[in-house]
């Protein structure tokens, strides 16, 4: 979820071979719901490299964790299913975008499309598991971005050739970038096995450019790509890349969040984007108002001096949520 110059999507997205020959009907489907001890094939934490591993500052971000290695989080079933959930009619004719930056993406699935992905991405446990690997408390930030799917349908000989031509150097898939969320965890939804090049390029602290593995299928890569500057590298050796991308945000209200919108406006439809965006940005101010009031009062009714100071520190925060909030809103 880089900047990105877009283009309205369907009528100029010409990527539609071999899937386009799958695409059912989804009432064609029978609808299977998302059980985790059945789905979740994670089993034990995977590495991770952390901030200060790869020479930054650990105030740079809200987690100390900067990336993970590959881990299974779904089952093959689980990602076959989502997989079915996507490649429908439906789906192809509402949520398809295109960009510089990604040919062909489907976004805005969730809940409506895709059931079973939004189950399984705010499902307690899967949350809990990539919070775990993520080293801080996370849940979703808009409908959106819960499972959009980016496709490429290469001309594997094409990349292959560049590849063994350029073993020095990468070809990148994306510019440098940060994110516009703070975490993002990135599904392989296609047979990998055949792959290679795919990582993600990351730049630490000294500058120098390090890659971590792309993953496999059902397999994930948690990566807190708001703070690090990152960027994907092409991969050759498979008919079709699918990844599905998941944004999060801390649970947390009083956890810095800077989430922006700059990459993520050219690629939805304003009214929805911008209900969700209000509704997340003034869910988040009503909790902290409610816990501050609630701490306010209850130091009152102790007989406890108000802390002036700390109430305007609190106000101005709040102000500038709200300007932030504002400022991501862009009126046509
Ligand atoms: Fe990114």
Same mark, same amino acid.
């Given at each position: 979820?880089?900047?990105?110059?877009s283009r309205?999507?369907?009528? $100029?997205v010409?990527?539609?071979? /071999?899937?386009? *020959?799958r695409?059912? $009907?989804?009432?064609?489907?029978?609808?299977?719901?998302?059980?985790p001890?059945?789905?979740l094939?994670?089993?034990?934490?995977?590495?991770? +490299?952390?901030l200060k591993?790869?020479?930054?500052?650990?105030d740079?971000?809200?987690?100390p964790?900067?990336?993970?290695?590959?881990?299974?989080?779904?089952?093959?079933?689980?990602t076959?299913i989502?997989?079915?959930?996507?490649? &429908?009619?439906?789906?192809?004719?509402?949520? +398809?975008?295109?960009?510089?930056?990604?040919?062909?993406?489907?976004?805005?699935?969730?809940?409506?499309?895709?059931p079973?992905?939004?189950?399984?991405?705010?499902d307690?446990?899967?949350?809990?598991? +990539?919070?775990?690997?993520?080293?801080i408390?996370?849940?979703?930030?808009l409908?959106l971005?819960?499972g959009?799917?980016?496709?490429?349908?290469?001309?594997?000989?094409?990349?292959?050739? !560049?590849? *063994?031509?350029?073993?020095?150097?990468?070809?990148?898939?994306?510019?440098w970038?940060v994110?516009?969320?703070?975490?993002?965890c990135?599904?392989?939804m296609?047979?990998?096995?055949?792959? &290679?090049?795919?990582?993600t390029?990351?730049?630490?602290g000294?500058?120098?450019? /390090?890659k971590?593995?792309?993953?496999?299928?059902?397999?994930?890569?948690?990566?807190q790509?708001?703070?690090?500057s990152?960027?994907?590298?092409?991969?050759?050796g498979?008919? *079709?890349? /699918?990844t599905m991308i998941a944004?999060?945000?801390?649970?947390?209200?009083?956890?810095?969040d800077?989430?922006?919108l700059?990459s993520?406006?050219?690629?939805s439809?304003p009214?929805?984007?911008?209900?969700?965006?209000?509704?997340?940005r003034?869910?988040?101010?009503?909790?902290?108002?409610? /816990?501050m009031l609630?701490?306010?009062? !209850? *130091?009152?009714? +102790?007989?406890?001096p108000?802390?002036?100071?700390k109430?305007?520190?609190?106000?101005?925060?709040?102000?500038q949520?709200l300007?932030?909030?504002?400022?991501?809103?862009?009126? $046509?």
């Amino acid at each position: 979820m880089a900047e990105v110059d877009s283009r309205p999507a369907a009528a $100029k997205v010409d990527i539609k071979p /071999i899937i386009s *020959e799958r695409l059912s $009907k989804a009432s064609a489907r029978p609808r299977v719901a998302f059980r985790p001890d059945e789905h979740l094939a994670y089993r034990e934490d995977p590495k991770v +490299l952390t901030l200060k591993d790869i020479g930054l500052s650990e105030d740079v971000g809200i987690s100390p964790v900067a990336v993970s290695e590959p881990f299974p989080l779904f089952t093959e079933e689980a990602t076959n299913i989502m997989r079915s959930e996507v490649f &429908t009619q439906e789906v192809w004719d509402n949520c +398809l975008w295109s960009t510089d930056f990604a040919g062909c993406m489907l976004r805005g699935t969730c809940p409506k499309y895709a059931p079973f992905m939004n189950e399984a991405w705010k499902d307690p446990k899967t949350l809990a598991l +990539l919070s775990k690997v993520a080293g801080i408390d996370l849940i979703p930030v808009l409908d959106l971005d819960v499972g959009s799917i980016n496709v490429s349908v290469q001309d594997s000989s094409e990349n292959q050739q !560049k590849l *063994e031509n350029q073993s020095e150097n990468d070809i990148p898939v994306t510019k440098w970038h940060v994110d516009s969320y703070p975490f993002v965890c990135v599904v392989m939804m296609s047979d990998a096995s055949q792959m &290679t090049g795919g990582e993600t390029a990351i730049r630490t602290g000294s500058g120098e450019i /390090i890659k971590v593995r792309g993953p496999q299928m059902g397999s994930a890569v948690v990566l807190q790509g708001r703070y690090i500057s990152h960027q994907a590298l092409a991969a050759a050796g498979g008919a *079709e890349r /699918i990844t599905m991308i998941a944004a999060f945000r801390p649970r947390d209200p009083f956890v810095s969040d800077t989430s922006v919108l700059t990459s993520i406006r050219p690629i939805s439809h304003p009214s929805e984007l911008y209900f969700q965006w209000t509704e997340y940005r003034v869910e988040v101010l009503q909790e902290r108002l409610r /816990i501050m009031l609630e701490v306010l009062r !209850k *130091e009152h009714v +102790l007989g406890h001096p108000t802390d002036v100071a700390k109430i305007k520190e609190f106000l101005n925060q709040q102000a500038q949520w709200l300007l932030d909030t504002n400022t991501e809103i862009v009126a $046509k």
